[in-house]
């Protein structure tokens, strides 16, 4: 079955970056893209970017341009997304996601809370 | 830029009424990229339709979607206790974006 599990929740001061890994499993890692989604407390659904691990294509949402970077490891089945110039508005659950609108499914990953505070 | 706007933004129903929920975009979006998802407090979300009115293998016949162009629409039946959660609609595919959402409690 399709696992993507993500790492474990990270404390950071403003200013520094953080990155979140994502480890899939159950199915071929080259053949889907993965979405980063994050979700600050008791707020919405945000979109923040997706990457096809087979070419290592990316977009981002305009709005963190410059401040993302979406990778992946095809040898370790492995996504990772580094977020840099933290701010308090970056505290949130992030998680990784499989979503294929094409044939209608998605496996999400367990999320990662990232706080950052000084 | 690409925006989605839900409403209501709260709906407040019984279980067994119909919940007529609407996600509206700044510009026409082909249908074929307009998604629906259900997420309950503490959980991720989990989508529900795709295609704008295409249901995800498993989720019950009572949900429904709809529309074209700058308008869609996410239609539950009768509602079920464990409907009462947060709606989501997003474009999906390229640059992807999220309406706020819409919740949806019991009254």
């Known amino acids: 079955q399709v696992q993507l599990v993500q790492s474990g929740a990270e404390v950071k001061k403003p200013g520094a970056s953080v990155r979140v890994s994502c480890k899939a499993s159950g199915y071929s890692f080259t053949n889907y893209g993965i979405d980063w989604v994050r979700q600050a407390p008791g707020q919405g659904l945000e979109w923040m970017g997706w990457?096809?691990?087979?070419?290592?294509?990316?977009k981002y949402a305009q709005k963190l341009q410059g401040r993302v970077t979406m990778t992946t490891d095809t040898s370790a089945s492995t996504a990772y997304m580094e977020l840099r110039s933290l701010g308090s508005d970056d505290t949130a659950v992030y998680y990784c996601?499989?979503?294929?609108?094409?044939?209608?499914?998605?496996?999400w990953g367990q999320g990662t809370l990232v706080t950052v505070s000084s | 830029e690409l925006v989605l706007t839900q409403s209501p933004g709260t709906l407040s129903l019984s279980p067994g009424e119909r919940a007529t929920l609407s996600c509206r975009a700044s510009q026409s979006v082909s249908s074929s990229y307009i998604g629906w998802y259900q997420q309950k407090p503490g959980q991720a979300p989990r989508l529900l339709i795709y295609?704008?009115?295409s249901r995800v293998t498993g989720i019950p016949d009572r949900f429904s979607g709809s529309g074209a162009g700058t308008d869609f629409t996410l239609t539950i039946r009768r509602l079920e206790p464990e409907d009462f959660a947060v709606y989501y609609c997003q474009r999906y595919g390229g640059l992807s974006t999220f309406g706020p959402g819409t919740k949806v409690e019991i009254k």
């Open positions: 990457t096809f691990p087979q070419n290592g294509d990316t």
């Open positions: 295609g704008a009115s």
């Open positions: 996601a499989i979503i294929d609108g094409t044939v209608g499914f998605d496996y």
